[in-house]
């Protein structure tokens, strides 16, 4: 009778570190849509993943999404691309890879070619938003690279966007690129 007690003993001992181990590994362990989230690789990705931010900012408001675009480490950060967001009045609302850009008036920013590429996509997202090229630093590579960027007003307030780099869009491609100076 003793052996049977310690053995119910030893397996109920058993049982609890082992569901404890699970609980633990479990919250350690990334999340599956985290870990499974890849940038968008062509423009018909980039407008569904611009979508989907608007409909973020739509479903938990405007200060909690601007927050969860600004985390590097978060879903709407995917290597080089990301959501970038500016008021109607010129301000930078989201920029994760510069922030101390945020709360700065950036309409006066020039590509490399010398283009207002804010007050282009400002003026895109104003008339119903769409696709913009340009040049732009790569945050990831730190080159010059052509960039394709699809911008949407959110509201009468303010618009967001995301962008991919050429050569980034497919395996293979030719990459067409310049040392930043």
Request: net charge negative; charged share 15%.
């Amino acid at each position: 009778m003793k052996s049977r007690n310690t053995l119910i003993a030893a397996l109920l001992l058993l049982s609890l570190v082992a569901l404890g181990f699970q609980t633990a590994q479990s919250q350690s362990v990334p999340s599956p849509i985290n870990a499974s989230l890849k940038a968008p690789s062509d423009e018909t990705e980039l407008v569904s993943f611009v979508e989907s931010a608007v409909a973020h900012v739509k479903e938990v408001g405007k200060e909690r999404a601007i927050k969860d675009f600004m985390d590097l480490n978060g879903t709407w950060v995917r290597g080089d691309v990301y959501i970038f967001a500016q008021s109607f009045n010129g301000t930078s609302l989201v920029l994760p890879y510069t922030p101390s850009g945020v709360g700065t008036n950036r309409l006066d920013l020039q590509d490399a070619r010398g283009t207002y590429i804010n007050r282009d996509m400002y003026c895109l997202a104003l008339n119903g938003g769409g696709f913009y090229h340009y040049v732009y630093k790569n945050p990831v590579s730190g080159l010059i690279q052509n960039k394709v960027s699809y911008v949407m007003k959110v509201d009468e307030s303010w618009w967001l966007g995301a962008g991919i780099y050429e050569g980034n869009q497919a395996a293979g491609s030719n990459q067409t690129s310049l040392e930043v100076p």
